[in-house]
């Protein structure tokens, strides 16, 4: 059975194991690096960016989840964890992980007021659109070369991603009961490329 | 596009979980919570343990200081508004604060009704004691829920009893027969709906914090254990002799929660905890979590 991590040092890390479980996967909690041994793939789920980056350096995530990724570690990056992912965040002086090739813009729509859901096509998943949930959502800015965008809002704002087995998006598929987006992650986990 | 949706509400309060809400009534203040890891600040004029102390009606804070502290972090930013004055959360929500907090620390508005949650674009937290308090406010609109505890008292003894009175009662709604659900919603004073639904899921419909006397690391972890989905710290991290350092370790022991190595590691030389009440010594009317209906 394939074994899927969710980071679990602040945010919505309980829903994306429920999510995960309903696609048939093994589904675990990551507090310590070690936890990490083991592991088919990785999800770093929404919360506050600068909560969970903080935790992750007072308990050396960074390094260990980038020399995974650089061995073909399969990660989901959902809303903070899309930022965590960045290499950049332009105004913010923040850690990262910095191995997906995007600059993010945090709290792009505003504040909590402004906080919305919208359906949005993501060609990769299929015809029928995907409930995106945007909460104090960050956005993507400039991408590189290797990055491919899976999802764009009505005005053209990139808001999901993809570079070899990193999967990134700005909204919150763990919120909805739609699957597709956890399976999309499984079969990037489960490929030998 | 739909704003202020039930998921996106609810959803904010999921993202906070896990993590520590800390009280601020200083830019500066929020700036170091917000360093030291917290997930979300409240911004207030004085904290509980003052506001005890000061006596007399406590409001809505100045929206001067409340937009200063939105300014100074990037984190969530919450308000406190008095029980069933809606035109506090109506000029809290034109602030554009992150979430509302119809709360028992300030002197209640209307002593026999609750803001209508609904009409708002902008969540709400609000305390309860027990399930039947939680799921009517759940009822009135609330998207997220916290245990009220004694604020400002930095004495977790009341935060104990409100959890686990919680606990209990959706444990045991879950183990009942559905005949029975009718007249244990008449006995909560609670909606028939959100017993229904507990019954069946065994959980809140909406994350719940602990909030009202956590003055330590190990409180924190203490209302963790005991089911909370994340704690508010009021008085005491701004009220203890090493701020920054107590907010960190509140922090690490709120996400370390099982783990009593990491526990005991981050508690070492916090300098004094605020000093706190023994809330047996309190009078009755001095008490805030008896405020809310």
Redesign the interface.
């Known amino acids: 059975m394939t074994r899927i991590g969710v980071l679990a040092l602040q945010g919505a890390f309980q829903e994306h194991i429920e999510t995960l479980k309903k696609i048939g996967v093994e589904a675990v909690e990551v507090r310590l690096p070690e936890d990490l041994d083991g592991l088919d793939g990785l999800v770093i789920p929404g919360g506050e960016s600068t909560t969970i980056g903080k935790l992750m350096v007072e308990y050396n995530f960074l390094d260990s989840i980038k020399k995974r990724a650089q061995n073909g570690f399969a990660i989901l990056g959902t809303c903070a964890g899309m930022i965590l992912l960045a290499n950049g965040i332009p105004g913010f002086d923040q850690p990262t992980i910095g191995i997906l090739d995007i600059d993010v813009k945090r709290n792009a729509f505003g504040r909590q007021v402004d906080s919305f859901e919208v359906d949005i096509p993501i060609p990769e998943l299929g015809e029928k659109y995907f409930r995106a949930v945007f909460i104090r959502a960050p956005v993507i800015g400039r991408t590189g070369p290797d990055v491919k965008v899976l999802a764009h809002l009505s005005d053209g704002t990139p808001v999901a991603a993809r570079q070899g087995k990193i999967l990134v998006c700005a909204f919150h598929p763990e919120l909805t009961d739609d699957l597709r987006f956890h399976d999309y992650f499984l079969n990037i986990a489960c490929s030998r490329s | ?5 039930w ?2 509400k609810k ?2 309060a ?6 520590v809400i800390m009280d601020v009534v200083t830019p500066e203040h929020a700036k170091i919570a ?1 360093e ?5 600040v409240m911004a207030l004029e004085r904290v509980p343990a003052d506001i005890r102390a000061a006596g007399g009606v406590a409001r809505m804070a100045d929206p001067t200081i409340i937009l200063a502290i ?1 300014n100074a972090v ?3 930013v919450m308000a406190k508004c008095r029980i069933g004055h809606f035109v506090e959360a109506q000029a809290l ?1 034109v602030l ?4 509302i907090d119809e709360s028992e620390v300030l002197t209640p508005a209307d002593e026999s009704h609750h803001i209508w949650k609904h009409d708002f ?3 709400f937290v609000c305390g309860c004691r027990d399930l039947g308090e939680a799921l009517r406010r759940l009822g009135e609109g609330a998207a997220m829920i916290r245990t009220k505890g004694e604020a400002g008292t930095g004495n977790i003894v009341e935060a104990v009893r409100h959890m686990r009175t919680v606990m209990d009662s959706i444990r045991r709604i879950q183990g009942m027969t559905e005949d029975e659900l009718m007249a244990e919603a008449k006995t909560l004073g609670a909606p028939f709906e959100l017993v229904m639904e507990i019954h069946k899921t065994g959980k809140l419909p909406v994350v719940n914090f602990a909030a009202g006397g956590v003055a330590t690391p190990a409180d924190a972890a203490l209302m963790m254990q005991l089911g909370a989905d994340g704690v508010f710290v009021g008085s005491g991290i701004f009220k203890s002799s090493n701020p920054a350092v107590m907010a960190k370790a509140v ?2 022991a709120t ?2 929660f099982r ?1 009593p190595e990491v526990i005991a590691e981050v508690s070492k030389g916090l300098g004094e905890a605020m000093k706190g009440l023994d809330v047996r010594s309190l009078p009755k009317e001095a008490l805030l979590a008896t405020r809310g209906w």
């Open positions: 596009m739909e704003k202020g949706t998921t996106v959803g904010l999921q993202m906070l979980k896990g993590g917000e030291a890891g917290a997930c979300a939105m990037s984190i969530p929500e554009g604060v992150d979430y674009r902008v969540p922090v690490q996400t370390h783990n």
